[in-house]
């Protein structure tokens, strides 16, 4: 997992490790076990068992039962702690145990074009592998940084994806129109290499281009890209 929540306790460091940390509380009466799970960088959740067990010492006692159960929870908290170390399956599966979705990257300007790269593969219903190889080896050519982890990963998900003109608007307002062109020109592409440039895809890039461009304020330079089929990169020209 690359993706972490910040340490809730110092909010400083990411969030690395889960623990449990049960500890006993006496009444005169009656008595009460607690067991509590901790979420944290290594440090904050070691310094929370350390933190249970000098609670317990001062407070833990007042009940016979809490009296026997006590040292064994504030031995097991003082015992765990040195042991803390980063763990990313314990934490993975707290965050499952209580329903925590894991936490995702940011959306970088590379990731979103990735995430855009899978929705033109995905357009026309199929996965074909050609398009898939175009967008991976074009990508790594043109868009510095290209996700292709992202772009795996979204064409996986591709049934779930941020809807594209959407996200396009949100990749447009940070593009120049030369960039943009840059961007609409891989999805055509992409559109392109498994031979046919269908009525699913034209659509798919009509919307997406006019999002991008509108949000780079650079309206007008998509008749072109989509009319004729001219890459932008290359000034080719398909066949009419
Ligand atoms: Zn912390």
């Known amino acids: 997992m690359s993706a972490h929540y910040p340490c809730p306790d110092c909010n400083e460091a990411h969030a690395t490790t889960a623990t449990s940390c049960p500890s006993v509380r006496g009444f005169v009466l009656a008595w009460q076990v607690r067991n509590r799970t901790v979420i944290g960088c290594a440090p904050c959740v070691r310094k929370a068992l350390l933190r249970e067990a000098g609670v317990s010492s001062l407070i833990g006692w007042f009940s ?76 790594a050519e043109r868009i510095p940084g290209f996700d292709a982890a992202g772009f795996h990963a979204a064409l996986a998900d591709r049934k779930t994806l941020p809807d594209a003109p959407q996200l396009a608007a949100l990749v447009g307002e940070k593009l120049h129109r030369d960039e943009a062109l840059t961007v609409l020109g891989l999805l055509r592409d992409i559109a392109d290499a498994d031979g046919s440039f269908d009525a699913s895809e034209r659509a798919l890039l009509e919307r997406v281009g006019q999002a991008m461009l509108r949000a780079s304020a650079d309206a007008g330079a998509l008749d072109g890209l989509v009319a004729q089929g001219a890459s932008p990169d290359t000034g080719k020209t398909a066949p009419a």
């Open 64 to 139: 016979p039962t809490a009296v026997i159960l006590n040292p064994v929870f504030i031995l097991w908290n003082l015992a765990r702690a040195p042991f803390i170390r980063d763990d990313a399956d314990k934490l993975a599966r707290t965050y499952e145990k209580f329903g925590i979705p894991a936490p995702r990257a940011p959306m970088t300007l590379a990731s979103a074009v990735a995430i855009l790269s899978a929705a033109m593969v995905a357009a026309d219903g199929r996965v074909e592998q050609a398009e898939v190889d175009t967008a991976l080896r074009l990508g």
